[in-house]
C-alpha cells in the first residue's frame, strides 16, 4: 500500500515545513469563543467537514497532498518551528474498516526507522478512530506526531499534530480541542 505511506510521509514532511512559509489567512470564517480562547470554524464544502482552530493560528488551503493546515504564531524570535495541525483526506477507491486501514498505516509507520508508535482507540467526528503517538528525527530536529484517523465512505480522514520534541506538553490541549471539534458532514 505504496499510497497510504505517501499519505503518511507527506503528512509529515509538510508539517516539517519551517514557521512562517506560505501561511496565510484567507476568508474570515465565524469567530466563537472557547475555554481555550477565541477561535474561528474552518468549513470546507467539497470534503463536507469542518474544524474549529484558534484565532491566532494561520492558515493555508490546498497545499499538496492536505486540505489544510493550520500553524502556530512563533513564541519569541528564537522560535523557528511553527507547531502546527494538519487535515488529509484520502479516497482508498475500496471499502476498508478501520482496523484494516489502521494496520496498513501502521505497518508502513514502523518501517520508518528508529519509530516507535503508540496505537489507542478514541473517536474522531463521533466515529471510531485510532490514534497514534510518535516521535522521530526529520531535517535534524526531534519532532512529535500525534495523528488521530477515521475511515468514513471509503475516505481516511487523518488529523496530524507535529510539534518540536520539547513543546508538545504546551500545545497537546491545544490540538485535543481542535480534534473534539471536528465535524463530518457539516
Known sequence: MSRRFFAIII????????????????????RIETPAGPSEVYRNSQYALSIQFPADWTKEENVPGAVIK???PLQDAADVFSENLNIIV?????HLTLDEYSQLSLQELQKVRGVDVRLSNTTLAGL?????????DLQ???????QIWTVKDKRAYILTFTSET??????ASIFDLMAASFKLGS
Open 11 to 30: 503528512s509529515m514532511a509538510l508539517l516539517a515545513v519551517p514557521a512562517g512559509c506560505g501561511s496565510s489567512r484567507t476568508a474570515e470564517p465565524d
Open 166 to 171: 520539547g513543546t508538545y506538553a504546551d500545545y
Open 70 to 72: 493550520f500553524f502556530a
Open 128 to 136: 471510531p478512530a485510532q490514534e497514534a503517538i510518535f516521535t522521530m
Open 140 to 146: 535534524g530536529s526531534s519532532m512529535d506526531f500525534r
Open 90 to 94: 484520502e479516497d482508498l477507491g475500496e
